[in-house]
């Protein structure tokens, strides 16, 4: 089902509802990605759950919608503003949009985070100089940049078809409001998170995350493994993501 949740007056965000379970869930994609990246689960929501897929500001179908300024801190509390009404969610975050559930989390209450290959990027490690270098190419070319990113992330389980409609999707974003973005994450740490929530976090993490970020995160943040997926896991297996994602939730109670 189709609809929307208000960030304010006049502004809303895009949102698809699948299931009719009492425990909400909240989808939230990456950067320079949308909502429909979620697809897979929509079409077959673990029982007992209210999936909510939502389009963040700046992306997909809320394209248009303005922020202050364009940081992981505004996507966190537009986000929490359009879920002033549903109570105690489970927040779901691919990649950046696990960043922002952190965030989110920080601000709200919430029933349990699960990070979907967030830390494939070691956020909180990356010095200036290394920062600088991973944004600079998209600087210099947006496409060419996305291009990369696609090649280097998506695993052999998404054919070149796939690949392909992932690239044009993520590459027909708004630059004005992506590279902002971009920087602004690059440079963002989950020190503060960490030490402020006290719901679960989880955290489905395919073959890209690296060992440091592992570390980081081990005090914090119970992982799951779905191994021989790249970084879209929720595309690439879905079937296994599903049944991680219905574990994980299930451990929550």
Known sequence: MESTLAINSEQVLPITEAGKGSQPVVLVHGWTCNRKHWQCLLDCPPQGTRLIAVDLPGHGEAREVTLSEWSVAAQA???VAALADIDNPVLVGHSMGGAVVLEAARIKPVKAV???DTFVIPYGDLNEETARQIETPFQDNFVSGIANLVTNNAGPDLSEQEKQTLE???AGARQD???PLW??????SP???FAEI????HAI?????????RARCAPYVTEWLQASTWHFPQMEQPAIFADRLARVLKSCG
């Open 191 to 193: 020190n503060a998170a």
């Open 205 to 213: 993490n395919g073959d890209l995350v690296g060992e440091a970020a």
């Open 183 to 188: 920087s602004d994450l690059l440079r963002w």
């Open 198 to 201: 006290d719901c679960p976090i």
């Open 177 to 179: 409001a992506m590279l």
């Open 77 to 79: 509390q537009a986000l």
């Open 168 to 170: 044009r999707e993520m």
């Open 114 to 116: 699960v990070l979907v």
